[in-house]
Nanobody, 119 residues
Framework: QVQLVESGGGLVQAGGSLRLSCAASGRVFNIYVLGWYRQGPGQQRELVAS??????????ADSVKGRFTISRDSTTNTMNVNLQMNSLKPEDTAVYYCNAVEFGQTNHWGQGTQVTVSS
């Protein structure tokens, strides 16, 4: 099993920055990709960014390219994935979820953290 705990959401004005962090524990040796998704009011959950466990490949949604940066670091028993969000816009307002996928395609989700960007 993999446990994910997110932190770092909050309220920020348009143009500001926030940093989200997600700490993964448990069967981290079996994780092959980590990512951040978001779900705005009345919208479907969408991929924001993802990164492979080695950090060698990243994917970004077109809407956040050039503004958001995903990174990860790890120890023997934990793995962290971070999302630095700059130049935030009101349309970035959503609940942000951390995601980890194990080899074998088992998905794990965090509890979600609210990001609100005021205009």
């Amino acid at each position: 099993q993999v446990q994910l705990v997110e932190s770092g959401g909050g309220l920020v004005q348009a143009g500001g920055s926030l940093r989200l962090s997600c700490a993964a524990s448990g069967r981290v040796f079996n994780i092959y990709v980590l990512g951040w998704y978001r779900q705005g009011p009345g919208q479907q959950r969408e991929l924001v960014a993802s990164i492979t466990r080695g950090g060698d490949r990243t994917i970004y949604a077109d809407s956040v390219k050039g503004r958001f940066t995903i990174s990860r670091d790890s120890t023997t028993n934990t793995m962290n994935v971070n999302l630095q969000m700059n130049s935030l816009k009101p349309e970035d307002t959503a609940v942000y979820y951390c995601n980890a996928v194990e080899f074998g395609q088992t998905n794990h989700w965090g509890q979600g953290t609210q990001v609100t960007v005021s205009s």
